[in-house]
């Protein structure tokens, strides 16, 4: 059975899509994400035989029958949804510790009677991934720069899905090889340099300015909150990045540690 993973985008449109800011259903959305991989399958006529062969989580099954006054998860939810993302590494037992422990101050409690909110899982998922490079004293002390007080919101200088969406958007345009790479080899980027790690970080600088730029509603912010946003996306980024070459390294340690002594 094939599994179906989402990439860190898609996540973002899903989650945009039961908070109703997008005109796109969850339905619609899994729907545009699936064709997007079975192109050939469709092509030649066999997209029912592909998608019984494809194995539909039931956290799926339950987003297509939620509406938005539905939107709310319990932290199985969360763990379920977020496993469904590729190279992550959610478990439960850790979850319930952030929300208890390591980041109560930052995630609060359940918004939606037992049920957490679309932002509070948005948060959650940032943590999985900025956990690949830093401490966990470190994402607190940088998230709370930005979401200031779990239960309102309106002080957030940007919405944990807005940010999501922002790094994980930029990450795609980046991975042209679609490979889960960023690619330095950029058109506007000379190539006078030749330190890779310079133009990396000269990229990933451009793109998240060029967000903050192109974001109205964060133009009117403070010189230090604008470029406590744009820091934000830039360690993001390169953590995402991280959490690939490490869920990479794992794979080839338990092929080999597996195939050890196998003939």
């Not at 945009?16 to 399958?41: D, I, R, Y």
């Not at 506007?188 to 998240?208: F, I, P, W, Y």
């Not at 964060?218 to 406590?228: F, I, V, Y």
Request: proline fraction near 2%; glycine fraction near 4%.
């Amino acid at each position: 059975m094939e599994t179906f993973y989402l990439t860190r985008k898609e996540m973002s449109q899903l989650l945009k899509s039961l908070q109703g800011s997008v005109h796109k259903t969850p339905l619609a959305n899994l729907q545009e994400f699936w064709v997007k991989t079975h192109q050939k399958e469709i092509q030649f006529g066999k997209s029912l035989d592909a998608f019984i062969s494809t194995s539909l989580p039931p956290i799926f099954e339950k987003m297509m029958k939620m509406g938005n006054k539905d939107a709310g998860f319990s932290l199985n939810d969360i763990v379920a949804l977020g496993s469904q993302i590729e190279y992550t590494q959610f478990a439960i037992t850790s979850v319930q510790n952030w929300v208890k422990r390591d980041f109560k101050d930052l995630i609060g409690c359940p918004q939606l009677g037992k049920k957490y909110s679309l932002e509070q899982a948005a948060i959650l998922f940032i943590i999985e991934d900025l956990k690949s490079s830093l401490d966990f004293d470190s994402i607190r002390k940088l998230l709370l720069l930005l979401f200031h007080e779990y239960d309102n919101e309106t002080n957030d200088i940007i919405s944990p899905i807005e940010l999501y969406a922002a790094y994980s958007s930029i990450f795609e345009d980046l991975d042209l090889s679609k490979a889960h790479v960023m690619d330095n080899e950029q058109p506007s980027l000379g190539h006078s340099e030749a330190n890779q790690d310079h133009l990396m970080e000269v990229l990933v600088t451009q793109k998240a300015e060029r967000f903050m730029n192109q974001s109205e509603h964060l133009q009117g912010l403070h010189l230090e909150k604008k470029q406590a946003v744009t820091n934000t996306i830039i360690t993001c980024l390169l953590a995402v990045q991280t959490s690939y070459f490490q869920s990479l390294a794992k794979r080839y340690l338990n092929a080999t540690l597996f195939l050890k002594n196998l003939n």
